[in-house]
């Protein structure tokens, strides 16, 4: 393993995936991390243990991006200080484009920012009623009776805001169903019983809400939808046109010819890219911190953007 100039002093790189920054021509190397989350939306580490995580990773600048929530960056922007890693303030905004669910990760956000305190509270108490359902429909399916469900739910999701993750790991723990992902194949998935659907803002309303608050406005994991390149591009030029400033070109590992086609659309509509595990919990290596790999160099990265090349400086 070789060395390199890590954070200002020579060392062993942690990392290999590391990226450069060069802010002010001095050779540092930096690793991004712009998509994270912990148990306060569906992630199962404390804010502590992420960013614990996270540098031991070798990961240098991490965006905390929980859904529909800012619970979790009081005590992140306090690890971050303790460890040396440079957090950036986040929000993963859940939206509807077209009748299709579509997140847009909003960075280096102002979390006082009214509207946007706002905003998350709304989100909140529609989250709430939403869970509620879930756990009527899967009473309904003969699962258990409707407050046991919810309960197991809520031990879950600890502090958090319930959602669909924690009704499966519920359903695991109640011993229904022997994994998550069957629990998503047979009750939580798209067309089955707790598929309850959610009111979501509009995308452009989502972009205008992260804008408000001074943040930048990324669309999250563009090829995770399962839309055809026409709508695709449909979506990006959308997107742009509502205020819309970069999409994640890389979330976790994926396939090379997939990132450079995406980072061609991403040059065509003239916005900058962003990278970010969408790290959940350990043990799933292709979504585990830092594995994001470097950018191509023909895209514009999203750190250059002044409302977060400012908190690099």
């Not at 659309?265 to 595990?277: H, K, T, V």
């Amino acid at each position: 393993m070789g060395h390199t100039l890590l954070n200002g002093k020579m060392g062993t790189r942690l990392n290999p995936f590391a990226v450069w920054f060069n802010p002010e021509g001095a050779n540092i190397t930096r690793l991004f991390d712009l998509h994270t989350h912990t148990l306060a939306s569906d992630g199962i580490l404390s804010a502590e243990a992420l960013l614990s995580r996270a540098s031991l990773k070798g990961v240098d600048v991490l965006a905390l991006t929980d859904h529909d929530t800012l619970e979790a960056i009081p005590a992140a922007r306090r690890a971050a200080a303790s460890l040396g890693v440079t957090l950036i303030a986040g929000i993963e905004v859940s939206s509807q484009w077209r009748g299709r669910g579509i997140h847009v990760v909003g960075l280096a956000v102002d979390t006082e920012a009214p509207s946007l305190r706002h905003a998350v509270a709304q989100m909140a108490e529609t989250r709430e009623l939403r869970a509620i359902a879930i756990a009527r429909a899967l009473a309904k399916a003969g699962l258990s009776d409707e407050q046991g469900i919810l309960a197991k739910a809520r031990e879950e999701a600890g502090a958090g805001s319930i959602g669909r993750p924690h009704f499966a790991r519920a359903l695991v723990a109640m011993g229904k169903v022997t994994s998550m992902n069957m629990a998503f194949k047979r009750y939580l998935g798209s067309g089955k019983p707790g598929d309850v659907k959610q009111h979501f803002p509009e995308l452009a309303e989502a972009v205008a809400l992260i804008v408000a608050a001074g943040g930048v406005a990324v669309l999250a994991h563009p090829l995770k939808y399962d839309l055809t390149r026409t709508k695709l591009c449909e979506l990006m030029a959308d997107f742009r046109a509502a205020g819309g400033e970069a999409v994640e070109l890389i979330s976790g590992y994926q396939d090379a010819k997939a990132t450079q086609d995406l980072a061609r659309l991403i040059n065509q509509f003239e916005l900058f890219a962003s990278q970010g595990s969408d790290f959940h919990m350990p043990d799933q290596p292709w979504q585990e911190l830092g594995c994001t790999g470097q950018l191509p160099d023909a895209v514009k990265p999203v750190w250059e953007l002044p409302a977060i090349a400012a908190l690099l400086s």
